[in-house]
């Protein structure tokens, strides 16, 4: 049974039975529904940005383990009019033994509990010991007299855990009792994480219902012209919101969370979902105005309609789907969840949309429709401005392609010259509170870009500390972007003065040195030199991590080493993102020019749709270049997407053309397809439009910067098809009629 074959028997079930099925999928809804409620959301999880085993990014996971410590940990600010004092210290005391209780909390460093273990256990009862005890041994956890740092190391690395933790240390530093004109901050990556959460879940309800408003409008501008009854036009909406429904309901069904990626789904599926019941409506609405029954409307208009919106929604699919071949979790996912959405939606549109619309129209069952086909109305600014373009295409063919392929040249050049944004703390609202302190302490402290290269050692003694602080005086020295190490060597020299002479008196220092402390240094037959950076674009931290690889190499540190910390990761996180965005962009063209010939059979028409979405893809390129915009982790996936997005409009296009060429010459052909199609097309682009705009609200810029690129996509996809691939129809025919006239001027003898 051929796939129309199916089409045609689906569609007459539906036509005879539209109250059970529409009682069958409210019933769905419903469940859904419920299930929806029990969703949860989640922060980032840099985890999820790399393929499952990637070697760079399991060297941060040995170095967690080994050490006991996440790679970012919490900050405390203690700040006063000066905040070196014993009673400041013994609040500092308190509130890390508070701190201590908290699982999942390693340790807690402050200038106190420093100078306290050397001491006994106990805080000198003078001042001015405590004051010369912090300069000796404590001085980098005091900048200026004014504040004091505390580190928290955390020991859990699953997000979800490290948000409560986070949300607990906030709740202990705020009852722990301060002294009178103290003030605490708490800020790092796991409170960032912990607001993140809070910041994403009031941000994806107000885009969700944004983008749910901004489809009404569209609807009502739009397509209330191309339907019979007026509330009918948001039919549509109401299978995108179901179609939004299902898919939140899944979630938890499947373990899965929100993060701030990932809600980004939501908005962007209200208005995607609207595109294909928009189009099986308007060709029953057509059907209807043209006399027939609604059995036979619905027929019609879901066989007719169904394969340009099924290749429609399998180009699109596959659009996402090729995020899932980097093997990335977090973009396989997203890609995984707008398909499926999709999917959803398109079958919703072939069952439950005909079913209602059959209800609905109820009244007119005994009445002669003819005379909805008599009835005139009035041409709207839609149809004078596809009027306009049609005319314009239809004349100027040569002019369009040669516009097309400038922008397609200047496109692949632009693209060269796009940066990269690994650092994910760029894609973060800035005025998270979090944020705002962690700026604050990077003008203090410096950036806190810092490298760990974990050097292996066959023991730890006098010999090894004495090569360990030599290589941390050559980086510093060679290169400019590293201002500063910290190692055991650097740590011995604060409480020594000097490296140890033997291995006896290492041994004694060591004992000397607080275990919480010493173990951010040593594990086991390991040492972790820590290295300040500079490094503060993607740029920058590859070149150095390159740097940094061969100034050990050449140091020769025969008993092995590994570089890592968050700026190596996120120098390869770069590395991914290019090799990701390459592969994902070949996948789809290549699956879309091969669902395309299965389908005609013929190469120029699986190429045409082509030609509008890479002329799309260079005017992304250029914008991006011309505004300065960098890619991140979202926006990789913008060309793949608008492949599967864009070529939509097209395959409508190329679809009626092909219809209407049997009865019109090919400039006639053009003018019908864009006045009669254009305006369910104009109708699908504008709420795709409007459910990635609707991301343009957040306050996170990788999905601000995602919404405007996909915005703009759509928008130009929509003028590609209206001109590109009309004139691109054109033109070939054009050759094709010429051939014909030079061969049968020129016949073989």
Known sequence: MSFEDFLEKLSRFVAKRPGFVVSVTALVVIIFLISASQTEFTSYEYKRYFPIGDPVYKNLELYQKDFGVRAEGVYIMIKGEDVVNRETYEYMLELGRNLKNLDGVGSVTSPASIIAELNGGVLPSDNSQIKRLTELYARQFVPKKTLALMMVTVTVTDPDKTMELAEQIERVVKFTHRPTGITTEVTGSPVLGYQIVKVSEKETGMMTTASIIAMIVLLLVTFSGAVR????????????????????????????????????????????????????????????????????????????????????????????????????????????????????????????????????????????????????????????????????????????????????????????????????????????????????????MGKQYIYTIVLNVDEIGVEELKRLDKLGNYIVNKEDMVYKYDSLSSLIKEYLGRLPESDAELSTILNMIPKDILKRYVSGHSLALYLYTTADTHDKRVELTEYLDRDVRFFEWHEGYYITGMPAIMAHLGEIMLKSQTQMTLVAYGLIVLLLFATYRSISRAVVPLVAITTVIGVLNTTMFAMGMKQTMMSIAINSITLGLGIDFSIHMTERYVEERQRHPPEEAVKVVIEETGKAIVTSALTMAGGFGALMLSTFPSIWNFGFLSFIAIIFSLIGALTVVPAFLMITEMFKIKSVKDALSHPSI
Not at 273 to 281: D, L, V
Not at 306 to 315: K, N, P
Not at 352 to 357: K, N, Q, V, Y
């Open 229 to 444: 009854k007026k509330y009918t036009a948001f039919m549509p909406l109401i299978i995108s919101v179901f179609s939004v429904i299902v898919i939140v309901g899944l979630l938890p069904l499947a373990g899965l969370k929100l993060d701030p990626d990932i809600s980004a789904t939501l908005p962007i599926l209200i208005g995607l979902a609207i595109e294909y019941a928009a189009q099986i409506q308007n060709r029953y609405e057509h059907e209807r105005r043209r006399g027939h029954d609604r059995d036979n409307s619905i027929v019609i208009a879901v066989t007719r309609t169904g394969l340009a919106v099924i290749l429609a929604m399998l180009t699109t699919v596959i659009g996402f789907m090729s995020m899932a071949t980097t093997l990335i979790p977090e973009t396989a996912l997203f890609g995984i969840i707008m398909s499926l959405g999709l999917l959803i939606a398109y079958i919703f549109s072939i069952t439950f949309l005909p079913a209602a619309l059959k209800i609905l129209d109820r009244e007119e069952e005994t009445t002669k429709v003819t005379k909805a086909k008599e009835e005139k109305r009035e041409v709207g600014i839609l149809e004078r401005v596809l009027t306009s373009i049609a005319s314009f295409t239809a004349s100027k063919p040569k002019v369009i392609l040669a516009l097309a392929l400038a922008v397609i040249i200047f496109g692949a050049y632009a693209n060269t010259q796009i940066k990269l944004e690994t650092d994910t703390k760029k894609y973060l609202p800035e005025n998270l509170p979090a944020m705002v302190k962690f700026k604050e302490l990077e003008r203090l």
